[in-house]
């Protein structure tokens, strides 16, 4: 098989199990609570590292932000003999209770984006592999950390995220929205594969505390950008499980 020409990687380069945040320098920290790690690529929004966890051999990728390129990810990462994808991200909360730091776990995505529905009808539903999303619930709670456990929604339009959409899914009872797990759900489920996703609270939407308007240098807040690290503890600690 040809070299994937965005993630730059061969078969036989990586392991059958990948965390996959969005960030790319995410994935050095992770990588950084993991006992060895070996660059493999980076090209454009996507870094591969190979790492070693309590004895597991795994990857880690980065899928830059939206669908679009997560599935690109998802794609080629599946072409190489990847079967297990675990996203570790961050989410804006969508309930009034949710806090930001505190984490997500996700049942399912809400197909507010377009990258899906070229691959399947929207009815059709983004929903993790029940494996990975047990092995999730059982880390947190083997680390003694209390997640939510709930359905999210994916969405496409950052800043196109109005007052009644938030109304809406709030309602619906999602718990948070984020930009890429509908895609990586639907595309592991069509191609036999298996995928989860635990997410790090930035910011709350019903509060009007979105990302980027209670720092001023920094991406996330302190609380999420501590807490992603405890994240990273539990979704490492998965992938020992599957």
Not at 142 to 157: F, K, L, R, W, Y
Not at 209 to 218: A, F, R
Not at 220 to 225: R, S
Request: net charge negative; glycine share 8%; aromatic share 4%.
């Amino acid at each position: 098989m040809a070299t994937q020409p965005h993630l730059l990687v061969d078969d036989g380069d990586l392991t059958d199990r990948v965390l996959i945040p969005g960030d790319p320098g995410r994935v050095d920290r992770i990588a950084g609570h993991c006992d060895e790690h070996e660059t493999i690529a980076e090209n454009r929004e996507y870094k591969v590292v190979n790492a070693t966890y309590e004895g597991q051999e795994l990857t880690i990728c980065s899928t830059g932000i939206g669908c679009p390129s997560a599935a690109i990810a998802v794609e080629e990462l599946a072409n190489v003999g990847v079967e297990n994808f675990i996203r570790v991200g961050t989410t804006g909360a969508l309930q009034s209770d949710i806090e930001i730091g505190d984490m997500i776990v996700a049942t399912g995505a809400a197909k507010n984006e377009g990258t899906s529905k070229r691959y399947e009808a929207v009815e059709y539903p983004a929903v993790p592999d029940y494996d990975v999303l047990s092995a999730l619930v059982d880390s947190a709670e083997a680390n003694d950390e209390e997640v939510h456990v709930g359905p999210i929604a994916s969405d496409d339009a950052y800043y196109a995220e109005s007052d009644e959409a938030v109304e809406d899914w709030e309602a619906a009872g999602l718990l948070s929205v984020e930009m890429e797990a509908a895609a990586v759900f639907s595309l592991a489920r069509r191609k036999g594969l298996r995928a989860g996703a635990i997410c790090t609270v930035d910011g709350n939407l019903v509060e009007g505390t979105q990302k980027g308007t209670d720092t001023e240098d920094d991406e996330l807040p302190d609380k999420a950008k501590n807490n992603v690290g405890r994240a990273i503890d539990i979704a490492l600690e998965a992938t020992t499980q599957l």
